[in-house]
């Protein structure tokens, strides 16, 4: 259990100061793990948003929230649509220490980004849309650079078995 990939995750993104609210919740039985990026932002109270199913936010605050899927490629078929990004692990050993760190890295660089960008479309009638962009070329070249560096943590962190389905 020590050893287990949502525990190397929740370790390594508590590491990284993400700057926003998140969480991690296991599916066990479907063999995924879903983790959501949270941001509570102000904003004008003259401004208003309208998210992607029409409905206005006419509060000080705005709360936007993304998902990220991890998932075991063996299971079912899902909308990745959903999903900032997908990320399949292999069914029978799980993922790598290394490429938890560079998916883990990416997904705080993308969260950073977000942050601004995020700020600047609530703050501003100028900007007209806003969505968290994966940065693909960010996480092959991390995973890159790791491997280049003899850095890149070949350690194997399983999907786990022994927790109950839960959020971290």
Not at 5 to 12: A, G, R
Not at 23 to 47: A, S
Request: aromatic content about 14%; proline content about 4%.
């Amino acid at each position: 259990m020590k050893n287990d990939m949502i525990t190397q995750i929740n370790k390594t993104m508590t590491e990284l100061s993400f700057p926003c609210d998140w969480r991690i919740q296991w599916f066990q039985r479907e063999k995924k793990l879903e983790i959501f990026l949270m941001y509570t932002i102000e904003k004008q109270p003259h401004l208003h948003a309208n998210d992607k199913y029409g409905k206005t936010n006419t509060d000080d605050t705005f709360v936007f929230e993304d998902g990220i899927l991890i998932y075991n490629p063996l299971f079912e078929p899902f909308d990745d649509r959903h999903y900032l990004v997908t990320l399949p692990f292999d069914h029978e050993s799980g993922m790598t220490g290394g490429l938890i760190e560079a998916f883990c890295k990416t997904l705080r660089f993308v969260a950073a980004e977000g942050h601004v960008n995020l700020k600047e479309f609530i703050n501003s009638e100028d900007v007209k849309q806003f969505e968290l962009v994966w940065q693909q070329e960010n996480f092959e070249s991390t995973i890159k650079t790791l491997q280049e560096t003899g850095r890149f943590d070949a350690t194997i962190f399983s999907y786990p078995t022994e927790k109950k389905e839960s959020k971290v």
